[in-house]
């Protein structure tokens, strides 16, 4: 058990320009979340997978933002056209199976928009 | 809707038993989580307990739930430095997904 993984710890990027994170969740676990932490305040929801599909995403989630977890492992998070606003840590955590399994967390992504 | 409140700092001295508390309001609520962050890092599972259960110890945790009063608290015993860091409570509810929601955090600081 490796834990989960996220790439890059950092990003710094100017305003404007597109990023892309990716998360390795444990690799046994079929359900896989995206959240967001901004400084002083506790991770919100953005969506989440089981296997490959999609099943929910948050209002938070504008249509700048796209994520994929094309074969049901690895998932990747897309910023486009990024904000000032976005400016956070991007957090992937990670379950087994349905029903209330805790969820396993990654070191997060920072990202920094100048 | 869900909503999940925690007091914002907490010191202690080292040796001492430290109690975080936590408020919800969603009674569907059927796990509730206790993680640890430390500067720089994701977020580490501590514990979590089951709605239909009053307490539950692990080691040098006690998670007490008051379930009427939609309460929870996180007992340190012998709190250490190591223990210095925001301590998120987060609640699940069966029908969304097993999604969290968390508190904003309680920093713990730990003297000597």
């Known amino acids: 058990d490796t834990g989960v993984s996220q790439n890059p710890r950092h990003k710094i990027t100017k305003r404007g320009q597109n990023v892309t994170f990716r998360c390795d969740p444990i690799s046994e676990h079929n359900r896989l979340y995206w959240y967001r932490q901004t400084l002083g305040q506790g991770p919100e929801f953005l969506t989440y997978?089981?296997?490959?599909?999609?099943?929910?995403k948050s209002r938070l989630l504008s249509d700048r933002f796209s994520a994929e977890r094309p074969k049901g492992s690895f998932s990747t998070l897309e910023i486009q056209r990024t904000e000032q606003g976005d400016s956070a840590m991007y957090l992937c955590?990670?379950?087994f199976g349905g029903g209330n399994q805790p969820q396993h967390f990654g070191d997060g992504t920072r990202l920094s928009i100048l | 809707g869900e909503d999940v409140e925690q007091s914002l700092f907490l010191s202690v001295r080292e040796g001492d038993s430290s109690v975080i508390n936590c408020t919800y309001t969603?009674?569907?609520?059927?796990?509730l989580y206790w993680y640890k962050q430390e500067p720089g890092a994701g977020l580490q599972l501590l514990t979590y307990?089951?709605?239909?259960?009053d307490m539950k110890q692990d080691q040098r945790l006690t998670v007490l739930l008051n379930k009427k009063d939609k309460h929870l608290s996180l007992r340190i015993a012998d709190t250490q430095t190591g223990d210095s860091a925001i301590y998120f409570c987060?609640?699940?509810?069966?029908?969304?997904?097993?999604?969290?929601?968390f508190g904003t955090g309680t920093q713990l600081k730990v003297e000597l």
């Open positions: 997978f089981q296997n490959e599909a999609q099943l929910e």
């Open positions: 987060a609640e699940s509810t069966t029908g969304g997904g097993n999604k969290l929601t």
């Open positions: 955590a990670s379950s």
């Open positions: 307990i089951f709605s239909n259960m």
């Open positions: 969603d009674s569907s609520s059927t796990y």
